[in-house]
């Protein structure tokens, strides 16, 4: 367990080729599985003027392995490699909040 919450930012570019709904959908219920197995609620965003950058935010994780892990594994399980364009990646950071 970590001392201090911890909030997670993954952000991506989708495939051009992505229907949105569609890569919306995949990526809420990738979210709504991970709420399940972790108790954490993520939210999804798009960068202002540009569509095809996305992120997802975490908030409040008070354990970062067990979330991590259960982050690759639903992440894996929903493929969402798939909505990411070629030659790029999903990248994560985690901050935590100034005492």
């Given at each position: ?7 997670y ?20 219920a990738m979210?709504a599985?991970?709420?399940a197995?972790t ?11 540009d569509?095809?950058?996305?992120m997802?935010?975490?908030e ?16 894996q ?13 999903r990248?994560m950071?985690?901050?935590v909040?100034?005492a």
């Amino acid at each position: 367990m970590t001392s201090s919450p911890l909030s997670y930012y993954v952000y991506y570019r989708i495939r051009a080729d992505i229907d949105r709904d569609d890569g919306h959908a995949s990526v809420r219920a990738m979210q709504a599985a991970l709420a399940a197995r972790t108790g954490v609620s993520g939210r999804l965003m798009e960068r202002r003027g540009d569509a095809t950058t996305w992120m997802e935010i975490y908030e409040a994780v008070t354990d970062a392995t067990a979330f991590e892990i259960a982050l690759d594994i639903e992440t894996q399980a929903h493929h969402l490699s798939d909505l990411v364009e070629p030659g790029a990646a999903r990248h994560m950071e985690a901050f935590v909040e100034c005492a």
